[in-house]
Structures are given as structure tokens and as C-alpha cells.
């Protein structure tokens, strides 16, 4: 039977990188949640606007002023940036791992 790891090295890097990819899916799910808080602020205040007889476009310019759009918009985008950056590094930490273990195979033959 054969290991899937050829050393410790390689192990350590795989799992990093596993762990770094939960990190950002987790970091994703935040920045969507942060932009259906955002759509659905937009959408009520939409309506709240309609039943006082102001147009859309007012409505609109109204959200964007408020502090929750801000929030959840920056939110939104803080939570991106940090999803891209863990995703990165669980790119690398995968790209480390399959080096260790290429080199690790020509050093057997």
C-alpha cells in the first residue's frame, strides 16, 4: 500500500493549505451575508420610499446614505479581501505540497 504523503514536510503543507480554504469559505459566506444584508436593506427601504410616494431613484440615493449600507458594503468588501487573500495562500501551500511531493518521487527513481 502507498502513502499519499511522501514526508512530513509535504503533509504539513497539505493540511495548511486545507485549513486556509475553509478559512476563506468561511470568509466568502460572511461577504455574502454582508451583501444579502445590504440587498434586502435596499429592497425594504425601497418599499418603505414607494409608500411615501418617493420615486426609486431618491430611495436609492436614500440607502446609500445610510450607515447599514455602508456597513454591509464595507463589510462585504472587507470579507472579500480577506477570502482572496486565504485563498491564496491555500494556493501556494497546495502548489508546496505537490512540489515536495514531485521531488520527492524523482528522488525514487
Known amino acids: 500500500m502507498t502513502t ?3 514526508n512530513d514536510e509535504e503533509r504539513a503543507s497539505w493540511d495548511l493549505a486545507e485549513f486556509l480554504l475553509q478559512q476563506a469559505r468561511d470568509m466568502m459566506r460572511e461577504a455574502e451575508d454582508a451583501l444579502e444584508t445590504w440587498k434586502t436593506g ?3 427601504n425601497r418599499l418603505r420610499c414607494a409608500r411615501r410616494g418617493i420615486s426609486t431613484t431618491d ?3 436614500r ?3 445610510t450607515a447599514n449600507a455602508k456597513n454591509a458594503l464595507t ?3 472587507f470579507y472579500t479581501g480577506l477570502a ?3 485563498f491564496n495562500a ?3 501551500n497546495y502548489a508546496r505540497a505537490v512540489y515536495l511531493h ?3 518521487d524523482a528522488r525514487l527513481l
Open 75 to 77: 463589510a462585504n468588501g
Open 63 to 65: 440607502w446609500s446614505a
Open 102 to 104: 514531485a521531488r520527492d
Open 59 to 61: 430611495a436609492e440615493i
Open 90 to 92: 491555500a494556493t501556494a
Open 42 to 44: 435596499k429592497e425594504m
Open 4 to 6: 499519499r504523503y511522501h
Open 84 to 86: 482572496t487573500m486565504y
